[in-house]
Nanobody, 118 residues
Framework: QVQLVESGGGLVRPGGSLRLSCAAS????????MGWYRQAPGKQREMVAQVTNGGRANYAVSVRDRFTIFRDNAKNTVDLQMNSLKPEDTAVYYC????????????WGQGTQVTVSS
């Protein structure tokens, strides 16, 4: 069982930057895909960015060219660098891991609040 703990959220002005970090309690080497999701009030949770064990990244259209996901299997961390933040980026951000080989599993962190406001 892997536990995920997010950190780095907070209040930032539009145009600012934040870096979120997700630390895993165990090895993420066998976790096929690590990613970040977000959920704004009254909206469904949506994928923000994902990265495979091989380093292939995928981004939501709304954050492409502004956000970058970093995966470090040696440190068991997944970071999300967020630049040029907009008010519509305000949400609770969740770290996620999916193991696509047996034993199949999905892991979620408890979330960290990001608020973009002037």
């Amino acid at each position: 069982q892997v536990q995920l703990v997010e950190s780095g959220g907070g209040l930032v002005r539009p145009g600012g930057s934040l870096r979120l970090s997700c630390a895993a309690s165990g090895s993420i080497f066998s976790i096929s895909v690590m990613g970040w999701y977000r959920q704004a009030p009254g909206k469904q949770r949506e994928m923000v960015a994902q990265v495979t064990n091989g380093g292939r990244a995928n981004y939501a259209v709304s954050v492409r060219d502004r956000f970058t996901i970093f995966r470090d299997n040696a440190k068991n961390t997944v970071d999300l660098q967020m630049n040029s933040l907009k008010p519509e980026d305000t949400a609770v951000y969740y770290c996620n891991g999916v193991r696509a080989t047996p034993p199949f599993a999905a892991y979620w962190g408890q979330g960290t609040q990001v608020t973009v406001s002037s």
